[in-house]
Every structure is written in C-alpha cells, then in structure tokens.
C-alpha cells in the first residue's frame, strides 16, 4: 500500500516569496491533516479536513496560509507572501476514519527555509 | 482546554537502561492517547496508543498506561536500545471533531 506522497521535499524561497506544497493520501482515507513543525517543536495542526470539507482551521494564519482539497483526494497548501518565521517542516497526515481508535499516517514532510 | 505535556528533553541514557518519559494531558471528554516516534531522518510514526482508561498500549518494549486519575500517559522501556534513539511525541484526539494534537517531543539518546 502506497504511503503518504509530499512533494516538494525542500524547498527554499525568500521572504515575501510564495510556495505550495501538494500532498496525497493514502486511497481511501477520507480525512486529512496539514501540520507546522518548527525546528525543537511538535507538529502544530494547521487545517484537517474531512473529503473535501474543512473540519478545523482555527490554527491557520489565513493573511497568507491557504489549501484546499478540491475533490476529496489530494491537497495543496500554499503560503504566500512567506515569512522568516514559517520556516519548518510541513507534515501531511491522513487517516481513514476517526483518530480516536485509528492512527495518522504521515508523509516524510516539505521542509521550508525562508531567507 | 486541551493539551498535551511533556516532559522536556534531552534525555541521554546509558544502553539497557530503564526509560520513562512523563506526559500528561487536559482534555473535555474522553481522549485517545498516542506515542509517536520519529527516528532521525525518518517521519512520525505511531509507536504505541489507548483509547479508554486502564489501557495499556505496547510496542517494540514499550508501554504506556492511560491512568485517568492522573491524566497522564507516561512512556516506559525496561531495557533501551541505540536503535531506540529517536524524538517520542505524547498526542491525544478529541471526540468531536477527531482533533489530534501533540506535545512538544522528548529526543533520547541512548549511547553504546
């Protein structure tokens, strides 16, 4: 069974700049997470969605993070313009049912440098 | 609210040595709990998890015990391993909404 894809696996822009990342699934998985994790911190939930609406975005910086997830499959996450401060890994997850008695899945991560 | 506590790191143990890494947790309702594991270089994975009082979920030698009294979740090893070198993150889901948050991760170290 394929795993969680992410691309790209870095990527580095200057500030102001902008950047997405794209994230699929594992098949069938009907929810999915983006998370922030700094450098020395744990994964901070940006957005999850449930299919293609969105559950929790409470977290995302909306003055220039977005995503969406258009058909209820994969997902993109762009920030735009890019800050100092949102350098860090961006960690996709899904999981196919409710967390509470299954598990996340996780891709290996976009890790962002803004210069 | 609803967070999860960790004990702060590093922690650097001697090989074969007994392992705990503390988490505690507050949440509304009745929360799942989760250690997650991310060995250098590699993404989280799941290590061990309970999802209801008095559970005990184990893996790979270790335990953790969901102790409600206590609220906490604490992560144990008798005997750690150099391969157990790795940043363990205590995470716990709410019901509504299947929320899943996690600590701020403990790194281990265990040296020959």
């Known amino acids: 069974e394929a795993g969680v894809a992410q691309s790209p696996r870095y990527k580095i822009i200057e500030k102001r700049q902008s950047v997405a990342f794209w994230c699929n699934p594992i098949?069938?998985?009907?929810?999915l997470y983006w998370y922030q994790q700094i450098l020395g911190q744990g994964p901070k939930l940006l957005i999850q969605f449930q299919n293609n609406g969105v559950v929790d975005d409470s977290q995302l910086p909306k003055d220039r993070f977005s995503a969406e997830r258009l058909k209820g499959v994969d997902s993109t996450l762009k920030i735009q313009p890019a800050k100092l401060e949102d350098s860090a890994v961006y960690l996709c997850?899904?999981?196919?049912?409710?967390?509470?008695?299954?598990?996340?899945?996780f891709g290996e991560g976009s890790r962002l440098t803004v210069l | 609210g609803n967070s999860v506590t960790q004990m702060e790191g590093p922690v650097t143990l001697s090989e074969e040595a007994f392992l705990t890494i503390n988490c505690t947790y507050t949440?509304?309702?009745?929360?799942?709990l989760f250690w997650y594991v991310q060995y250098p270089g590699e993404g989280l994975q799941l290590l061990l998890k309970a999802t209801k009082a008095d559970d005990k979920g184990s893996n790979k030698g270790f335990e953790a015990t969901y102790r409600k009294e206590t609220t906490s979740f604490h992560l144990e090893k008798g005997s750690v391993q150099v391969s157990d070198s790795a940043v363990y993150f205590c995470a716990r889901s709410v019901n509504t909404g299947n929320q899943f948050y996690f600590g701020t991760g403990t790194s281990l170290t265990v040296i020959p």
């Open positions: 098949s069938g998985h009907a929810t």
């Open positions: 949440a509304t309702g009745y929360p799942s």
């Open positions: 997850a899904s999981s196919f049912r409710g967390v509470n008695t299954g598990e996340l899945f």
